[in-house]
């Protein structure tokens, strides 16, 4: 019979029923903060990074069940990928490893791939602040 | 396990009595009613039948009711037929939290020319009939205001805007798509000119509604052709689809009195389980003057469409006026006209109860929805930043 379920993939809703690293992570290494209440979707992701390899992700967001699919979905794909592997990841590549969103909901998928590249503008403006900081520390 | 319907405001399942009177007008007396032999006058006479039954309903004669094929085109019919009728005026009084067939109707006849006024409701939904009043001019030719909200449940003054509309020679339309049937509607208790009803919203089919037209009510005909509806509206009348109609109608009028007085308990029963059991609910429309079968609210920091999935996966159905439920991304404009914000619009759940609905089903959902909404606000950003 059909229902609200065949909306969405199989997969979409495997990840909607459990979605992975949901969560926050203490002292990120970069964080991304996109959406807004207009739209009705919301999304904050986390980065942990180590060398140059994103070692962990996690994230919380207020949306649909598409955004929260795309959401975990992106941080189940970022993870052990190093910046420039993670940078690759569109918000095609992410509806993709989905199984497909519906034409509808593909601005969430959009929003996933800016929480991605917002988190890692994030890391990357931390990175000079420190090295700014480690310079300015060297020629004291 | 048992699948929870409650979302009767969209639609009602037709009634077995309906399906069953309806049965014989697909195939035996299938003839139509315009044609003279005995097929065709089978037909006819069982289209007049259903009209007096519809007409009983909500107590107009018979030959004022005009078949359509739903609320959206009586709503249609009603708007247009009036705006066209009469060329030195050209200015509607409607609402801002009318039904889309009136809204964008209105909208319609704005790109053509027509002025309107979308009057502004309270944080309950009630139009302040003051402002009827003051908006009226010599241009005015129409007031549409709904008899109930289909979302939020909150049943208009329509009575005393009617005087209103009418002293000042001005016709009055009303859309009772989702009152009639529900809570008693006489069109001269209400003193309307027009009223809108369709019949899916009473346990009859899809694709069939009715407009009330007061005799000697200019209007210019929506559905130009055959002459059918005493020339309003052309088309091969839906037979079956208004036998199950008037049947419909007329099992409404039998159990509308209990019906009210159960729904309105199991109602009661809902949103004092849901505002007790969790916090940050708000409860949307008016607290009394609602429909008998509606609860709206708006439950903070989690999205509509996310809870609703929940409750699908755990066979329960209900409705919300977020924007990721609809294909414009945009938040219900009703919740939007009470003045909420749009993370509140976003958050809103609609539950409405009808004949099929029990005091176990109410108790499911009290029991379902707060996990739902813990295991959502476990992964909402917004609860964080209110912290």
Known sequence: ?140 | MKRIYLDYAATTPTHPDVVEAMLPYFSDSFGNPSSIYSYGQEAKGAVEKAREQVAALIGARDDEVVFTSGGTEADNSAIQGVALADPERNHIITSATEHHAVIETCRFLERRGFKVTYLPVDKEGLINPDDVRNTITEKTCLVSIMHANNEIGTIQPIKELAVIARGAGVLIHTDAVQTAGQIPVNVDDLGVDLLSISAHKLYGPKGVGALYIRKGTKLVPFMHGGGQERNRRGSTENVPGIVGFGKATEIARNVIAGEIERQTQLRNHLISGILEQIDGVRLNGHPTNRLPNNVNVSVDYVEGESMLLNLDLENICASTGSACSSSSLEASHVLLALGLTHEQAHSSLRFTVGKWTTDEDIDRVSEVLPRVVARLRAMSPLLKSHK
Request: with cysteine.
């Open chain 1, 1 to 140: 019979m059909p229902d609200i379920q065949s909306l969405y993939s199989e997969k979409v809703m495997d990840h909607f029923r459990n979605p992975r690293n949901v969560g926050e992570i203490e002292n990120p290494d970069g964080t991304g903060h996109v959406g807004n209440p207009i739209c009705g979707d919301i999304m904050e992701l986390y980065i942990k990074v180590n060398g140059n390899i994103i070692t962990d992700a996690k994230f919380k967001t207020f949306g649909c069940g598409a955004a929260i699919a795309t959401s975990s979905m992106v941080t189940e794909m970022v993870i052990g990928k190093t910046i420039d592997e993670a940078l690759e990841i569109s918000n095609k590549t992410v509806a993709e490893a989905l199984g497909g969103l519906p034409a509808a909901k593909m601005h969430c998928s959009v929003l996933a791939e800016d929480a991605l590249r917002s988190a890692i503008d994030d890391y990357h403006s931390k990175q000079k602040k420190q090295s700014k900081t480690k310079a300015k520390a060297k020629k004291k």
